[in-house]
């Protein structure tokens, strides 16, 4: 199972190899490479939706680090000053280092990086930079253009997760309808074995987990608190959401659509464990 190319680590002990969505989910793109166009589509619903919660929260968070760092004549951020922002960002909000913003990445300063239809998943963050450079004809970013550089980062290594999340589903035979809470668990372990484990994960069915998790407990020997740790996050959303829950209406396990929607949790929290 190929780990995530966009998320290169976690903020723990050990190292972590790492419509639009629908696009970006499908068996063609979970590769080391992603279409221009999706990353397009991506950055141009971020941009779009610039007043919802959750962009405003980016905006207001990365406001104090926009206003202390050095600016061009135009009173923008400089390419290099994004990079170091928003590497600053992920890593100290969601214990992420993201292939592309961190120090030992690709350098920033041309387009010709990326000329092909598409591009390494490394080097989106090079693409979406140069989309905003074209579009501010090189003046640099804005505190808005920088909130929406975050949201659509964050948006395609959740894309990119949920995609591998899929995977796991598929591999086990599971429907992405509806799961019962056992298929979930067993699920979710298999992700976040496979996350710990990166390139030495090795799973292709139910009858691979007993030795993934045994590889995942070598890599990292606090394997079992993690796994407590998810447990007991997933019982606290599934206690918070029962006022909101038709009380005539039995649940009949977990549905695809909450998978997704904690598993955004779950790695907005994954590497802040340490």
């Known amino acids: 199972m190929a780990p995530s190319v966009l998320l290169a680590a976690a903020t723990l002990s050990f190292c972590v190899l790492g419509s639009e969505a629908a696009e970006f989910l499908s068996a063609e793109y ?4 992603v279409p221009k166009e999706v990353v397009e589509q991506v950055l141009l619903s971020d941009l779009r939706s610039s007043s919802n919660s959750r962009w405003l929260a ?3 968070k990365l406001a104090p680090s926009f206003a202390a760092l050095p600016k061009n004549s135009h009173g923008f ?3 290099s000053t994004v990079r170091y922002v928003l590497h600053r960002h992920f890593s100290q909000e969601h214990g992420w280092r ?4 961190d120090p030992e990445g690709a350098g920033w ?29 090189g003046r640099g970013l804005d505190l808005d253009e920088l909130a929406s550089f975050a949201a659509t980062m964050d948006d395609l290594i959740f894309q990119e997760s949920l995609g591998g ?8 035979g599971f429907s992405t309808e509806q799961v019962s809470e056992e298929q979930f668990d067993i699920a979710i372990r298999v ?17 691979d987990l007993d030795a993934l998790e045994a590889k995942a407990k070598d890599f990292y020997p606090e394997y079992d608190d993690i796994i407590m740790w998810y447990r007991d996050l997933h019982h606290t959303r599934e206690f918070l959401s029962k006022p909101s829950r038709n009380p005539f209406i039995r649940d009949a396990g977990v549905s695809f659509d909450y998978a997704g929607e904690f598993l955004r949790e779950l790695l907005h929290h994954f590497g802040a464990l340490s």
């Open 165 to 172: 999340l899929q995977g796991v589903y598929t591999k086990l």
């Open 98 to 101: 993201v292939r592309g913003l």
């Open 77 to 79: 951020l400089e390419p």
């Open 30 to 33: 979970q590769g080391e490479t």
């Open 58 to 60: 980016l905006k207001d």
């Open 109 to 137: 300063k041309s387009a010709d990086v990326v000329p092909a239809a598409d591009i390494m998943k490394g080097l989106a963050p090079l693409y979406i930079q140069e989309l905003f450079m074209k579009r501010s004809e």
């Open 191 to 207: 992700f976040l074995s496979d996350l710990i484990c990166g390139d030495y994960s090795v799973f292709n069915g139910l009858e």
